[in-house]
């Protein structure tokens, strides 16, 4: 098979600075957003609202990437949408325009309520708003229950703010509050809390330091996580190996300019960051696990003294519970299945084997690619599985690194953000804030979905976010938000929820995390938590967009004053000065002892991880072996095709920053679908042709048209498109078993040229 690199260049370079000041001058903010990104991933400044990547423990004047600047530019924008804008277009008009039109219109400035007489939203004040909102809300929760309204987050909500809005939700009666996480990293959250007792990842930054091998999973960190880039450039320049999984080559896992490279910049050469890319098939995941980990276990049961001991048999019998059943299960599963399940040769995952026993001390990421499946719990604990079996969980350079999307997406969830609290949680919670807290477990988001479907769930808050574009279902998605009674959003930025309503609506506009937060005590700070357990604060300095923006602590205030009877705060003390909200915390919150104090040191401060200390807080007190629950292989039909959905280069998440994807050859086009151009021509058809996806559930269909074919390294049998663009090809009960993580990233559909022709 030939190779195909579409992306003739390095990643990174001189097209990243140069993307990136275009996207400044694109919202007319060159000069403005450019003297923000000094300040991004400071001491002195704000964490960067794009990705959790840690920052990094070297002073370095810059330390943003291009999808950071994308991210503040397009906060930053000089475009407005002011009472005018609502005025001139209405609410139907708006459902007509993409995702990216939508973006591009600029910040929200005034806080908007819908009228159906003329289907326009129109201003209002926030003292109305509030009222409004909190009395439909006391209304609900007397009629119906507390149950009945549900409350998403965002993962780029603060640490003060979904205190705060946890706090409220409780103290209104109920624990709906879906979030992200539930529908990204859930799987990874749940099977980390089975097997080891937490469900975070085990490592620091400094790990990437000291590893001897890293295993990179189900992830494009070049597009989701620009700065790994700089981590694994500096591996790769020591000596440690990178091997990456993943069923599309990625040009940033081929090779990487640093940017921050003088001599790489002059020269424009780039270094190969991944020494070996493996293509598994979408969904081969736990099968490609199973062939290495049997290929361990065959090295360990031929080892000699040449060799060497291959097992870390002390840690196994001091630290872990389950070894033999799931050696014993491993053994069992056949190399065919496992070579059809993955479509990796049974030499290529000795060869894989090989080189993680030759490493000391071992780090595996991974990303949604590993997450968004129904596999999607297997394939996290079979990589915890394959780490277990050398001890590398708790030692120096080694350990579980899941990389979350979203700036505070697992600060969120730290701060009680979970629709399953702990019974300790709540137990705190009451003891601190003298009042009852609901003990029934709450909805997630397929749940909520469902809720608002049927009825049982009448209210819709969105702390941040862009819920109707996110979730899978998207037709059934939008006719259960139109269903609802009320629906509110929190935004900075006009998006698909606004124009996806409830009967009532409300847009309530918040500051961005690069602006200025001023309330009565003086200019504030917030926190947030990175993907490795580090909590900083986080200062904006631009001045707000308007100056009817409040910011979201201050709104889930006034959104609780206005809606609870009995109050466990008095909100307007506590958002005058942030330092009050995490005093709370750290009454409340584990970990967060002398707050205040601890998050103004130049780096915060480290939470701490059980297991990394070989605490392990699970049903057996120790690590867990746990063999998959599903068969690692289940053919296709001959006549179906497994996609995947991915992200553009110029998207984050649910977010178009612009139609262009440089790294994958893709120019002013979203609606695409990706094959191997030797696919293409065993079809009979052409590259640029127009094709229809339909996905096949038993005897469920849907449907999405007009999809450009566009050639791209895959396995035979995969293809690969955008999201949100095929989110209507998933039924909300495609999702991982009981994390509920909606399965975006393999998906079993047929094709067909389309009937449609270009428009």
Same mark, same amino acid.
């Given at each position: 098979?030939?190779? +195909?690199?579409?992306?003739?260049?390095?990643?990174?370079?001189?097209?990243?600075?140069?993307?990136?000041?275009?996207?400044?001058?694109?919202?007319?903010?060159?000069?403005?957003?450019?003297?923000?990104?000094?300040?991004?991933?400071?001491?002195?400044?704000?964490?960067?609202?794009?990705?959790?990547?840690?920052?990094?423990? $070297?002073?370095? %004047?810059?330390?943003?990437?291009?999808?950071?600047?994308?991210?503040?530019?397009?906060?930053?924008?000089?475009?407005?949408?002011?009472?005018?804008?609502?005025?001139?277009?209405?609410?139907?008009?708006?459902?007509?325009?993409?995702?990216?039109?939508?973006?591009?219109?600029?910040?929200?400035?005034?806080?908007?309520?819908?009228?159906?007489?003329?289907?326009?939203?129109?201003?209002?004040?926030?003292?109305?708003?509030?009222?409004?909102?909190?009395?439909?809300?006391?209304?609900?929760?007397?009629?119906?229950?507390?149950?009945?309204?549900?409350?998403?987050?965002?993962?780029?909500?603060?640490?003060?703010?979904?205190?705060?809005?946890?706090?409220?939700?409780?103290?209104?009666?109920?624990?709906?509050?879906?979030?992200?996480?539930?529908?990204?990293?859930?799987?990874?959250?749940?099977?980390?809390?089975?097997?080891?007792?937490?469900?975070?990842?085990?490592?620091?930054?400094?790990?990437?330091? #000291?590893?001897?091998?890293?295993?990179?999973?189900?992830?494009?960190?070049?597009?989701?996580?620009?700065?790994?880039?700089?981590?694994?450039?500096?591996?790769?320049?020591? =000596?440690?190996?990178?091997?990456?999984?993943?069923?599309?080559?990625?040009?940033?896992?081929?090779?990487?300019?640093?940017?921050? $490279?003088?001599?790489?910049?002059?020269?424009?050469?780039?270094?190969?960051? %991944?020494?070996?890319?493996?293509?598994?098939?979408?969904?081969?995941?736990?099968?490609?696990?199973?062939?290495?980990?049997?290929?361990?276990?065959?090295?360990?049961?031929? #080892?000699?003294?040449?060799?060497?001991?291959?097992?870390?048999?002390?840690?196994?019998?001091?630290?872990?519970?389950?070894?033999?059943?799931?050696?014993?299960?491993?053994?069992? /599963?056949?190399?065919?299945?496992?070579?059809?399940?993955?479509?990796?040769?049974?030499?290529?995952?000795?060869?894989?084997?090989? &080189?993680?026993?030759?490493?000391?001390?071992?780090?595996?990421?991974?990303?949604?690619? &590993?997450?968004?499946?129904?596999?999607?719990?297997?394939?996290?604990?079979?990589?915890?599985?394959?780490?277990?079996?050398?001890?590398?969980? =708790?030692?120096?350079?080694?350990?579980?690194?899941?990389?979350?999307?979203?700036?505070?997406?697992?600060? !969120?969830?730290?701060?009680?953000?979970?629709?399953?609290?702990?019974? %300790?949680?709540? !137990?705190?919670?009451? /003891? @601190?804030?003298?009042?009852?807290?609901?003990?029934?477990?709450?909805?997630?988001?397929? !749940?909520?979905?469902?809720?608002?479907?049927?009825? *049982?769930?009448?209210?819709?808050?969105?702390?941040?976010?862009?819920?109707?574009?996110?979730?899978?279902?998207?037709?059934?998605?939008?006719?259960?938000?139109?269903?609802?009674?009320?629906?509110?959003? &929190?935004?900075?930025?006009?998006?698909?929820? #606004?124009?996806?309503?409830?009967?009532?609506?409300?847009?309530?506009?918040?500051?961005?995390?690069?602006?200025?937060?001023?309330?009565?005590?003086?200019?504030?700070?917030?926190?947030?938590?990175?993907?490795?357990?580090?909590?900083?604060?986080?200062?904006?300095?631009?001045?707000?967009?308007?100056?009817?923006?409040?910011?979201?602590?201050? +709104?889930?205030?006034?959104?609780?004053?206005?809606?609870?009877?009995?109050?466990?705060?008095?909100? %307007?003390?506590?958002?005058?000065?942030?330092?009050? +909200?995490?005093?709370?915390?750290?009454?409340?919150?584990?970990?967060?002892?002398?707050?205040? /104090?601890? @998050?103004?040191?130049?780096?915060?401060?480290?939470?701490?991880?059980?297991?990394?200390?070989? @605490?392990?807080?699970?049903?057996?007190?120790?690590?867990?072996?746990?063999?998959?629950?599903?068969?690692?292989?289940?053919?296709?039909?001959?006549?179906?095709?497994?996609?995947?959905?991915?992200?553009? #280069?110029? /998207?984050?998440? *649910?977010? +178009?920053?612009?139609?262009?994807?440089?790294?994958?050859?893709?120019?002013?086009?979203?609606?695409?679908?990706?094959?191997?151009?030797?696919?293409?021509?065993?079809?009979?058809?052409?590259?640029?042709?127009?094709?229809?996806?339909?996905?096949?559930?038993?005897?469920?269909?849907?449907?999405?048209?007009?999809?450009?074919?566009?050639?791209?390294?895959?396995?035979?049998?995969?293809?690969?498109?955008?999201?949100?663009?095929?989110?209507?090809?998933?039924?909300? !009960?495609?999702? *991982?078993?009981?994390?509920? *993580?909606?399965?975006?990233?393999?998906?079993?559909?047929?094709?067909?040229?389309?009937?449609?022709?270009?428009?």
């Amino acid at each position: 098979m030939k190779k +195909i690199r579409v992306y003739p260049h390095p990643a990174g370079g001189w097209p990243a600075l140069g993307n990136s000041a275009l996207s400044l001058l694109k919202q007319g903010t060159l000069l403005k957003g450019g003297a923000s990104m000094l300040h991004a991933n400071q001491p002195d400044g704000f964490d960067c609202p794009g990705c959790a990547w840690p920052d990094s423990s $070297s002073h370095k %004047a810059i330390d943003f990437c291009e999808n950071g600047v994308k991210a503040v530019a397009n906060e930053a924008t000089s475009q407005r949408v002011t009472a005018d804008f609502f005025a001139q277009h209405s609410v139907a008009q708006l459902r007509g325009w993409s995702d990216y039109q939508l973006e591009q219109a600029g910040r929200l400035t005034e806080p908007m309520r819908y009228d159906a007489a003329t289907d326009h939203y129109l201003p209002i004040s926030w003292a109305q708003a509030l009222a409004e909102i909190g009395s439909q809300l006391r209304m609900l929760r007397e009629s119906i229950g507390a149950d009945a309204a549900a409350f998403y987050t965002s993962g780029r909500t603060s640490n003060e703010a979904a205190f705060l809005y946890q706090l409220f939700v409780r103290a209104f009666g109920t624990n709906n509050l879906p979030d992200c996480s539930n529908m990204c990293h859930e799987a990874t959250s749940v099977g980390l809390k089975q097997q080891i007792g937490v469900g975070k990842g085990t490592i620091t930054l400094d790990d990437f330091e #000291h590893a001897e091998a890293i295993f990179i999973f189900g992830q494009n960190p070049a597009t989701n996580h620009p700065r790994m880039m700089g981590t694994l450039h500096e591996a790769v320049k020591r =000596g440690c190996p990178i091997l990456a999984f993943n069923p599309l080559r990625e040009a940033g896992l081929e090779a990487f300019t640093n940017p921050q $490279s003088p001599l790489e910049m002059l020269t424009g050469k780039g270094l190969p960051i %991944a020494m070996r890319l493996y293509q598994v098939k979408i969904g081969g995941d736990s099968a490609l696990l199973t062939g290495i980990i049997k290929a361990v276990l065959a090295r360990d049961a031929a #080892h000699n003294s040449e060799v060497g001991e291959v097992l870390d048999r002390a840690f196994i019998a001091a630290q872990t519970s389950g070894f033999a059943e799931f050696e014993a299960h491993i053994m069992a /599963q056949s190399w065919a299945e496992i070579e059809a399940g993955s479509g990796i040769s049974k030499a290529e995952l000795e060869d894989i084997a090989e &080189i993680y026993c030759a490493s000391q001390a071992t780090i595996c990421t991974w990303g949604m690619g &590993i997450t968004q499946h129904q596999r999607g719990i297997d394939n996290v604990q079979m990589i915890v599985n394959l780490l277990l079996l050398r001890g590398n969980i =708790g030692k120096t350079g080694a350990g579980a690194a899941p990389i979350r999307g979203h700036s505070n997406v697992q600060g !969120d969830r730290t701060m009680g953000i979970y629709e399953k609290p702990d019974a %300790a949680l709540l !137990d705190r919670l009451e /003891q @601190v804030f003298k009042m009852p807290m609901p003990r029934k477990h709450g909805v997630d988001v397929v !749940d909520t979905l469902k809720g608002l479907a049927d009825g *049982t769930i009448q209210a819709f808050i969105a702390l941040g976010g862009n819920f109707a574009a996110a979730t899978p279902d998207t037709s059934n998605t939008y006719a259960a938000l139109q269903n609802a009674k009320i629906t509110v959003q &929190i935004s900075t930025k006009l998006n698909r929820s #606004h124009v996806v309503h409830g009967q009532s609506a409300y847009i309530l506009p918040c500051l961005g995390r690069t602006e200025a937060d001023w309330q009565d005590s003086g200019w504030q700070s917030v926190t947030t938590e990175d993907s490795m357990s580090r909590v900083m604060l986080s200062r904006g300095r631009n001045t707000p967009a308007s100056d009817q923006l409040w910011s979201e602590p201050a +709104i889930v205030a006034g959104l609780a004053q206005a809606s609870l009877q009995s109050q466990p705060v008095d909100w %307007a003390h506590v958002v005058a000065d942030y330092d009050r +909200i995490r005093e709370l915390i750290a009454q409340t919150i584990i970990g967060f002892d002398d707050f205040n /104090q601890r @998050v103004r040191a130049e780096r915060g401060f480290y939470l701490g991880n059980a297991a990394r200390e070989h @605490v392990w807080h699970t049903s057996t007190a120790k690590a867990q072996f746990i063999a998959p629950s599903q068969p690692i292989h289940t053919p296709l039909a001959a006549d179906l095709w497994m996609l995947t959905t991915v992200r553009s #280069h110029d /998207q984050y998440n *649910t977010t +178009i920053y612009a139609l262009d994807d440089r790294y994958r050859n893709i120019h002013g086009e979203r609606r695409v679908c990706f094959m191997h151009p030797d696919e293409i021509a065993r079809m009979g058809w052409q590259v640029d042709q127009w094709v229809d996806l339909t996905s096949v559930f038993g005897l469920s269909e849907r449907t999405v048209t007009r999809f450009k074919l566009k050639p791209f390294d895959l396995p035979a049998g995969c293809i690969a498109s955008y999201y949100p663009e095929t989110n209507d090809l998933i039924p909300l !009960d495609h999702h *991982t078993p009981r994390a509920q *993580t909606p399965a975006y990233k393999s998906i079993p559909v047929r094709l067909s040229l389309s009937n449609e022709v270009q428009k």
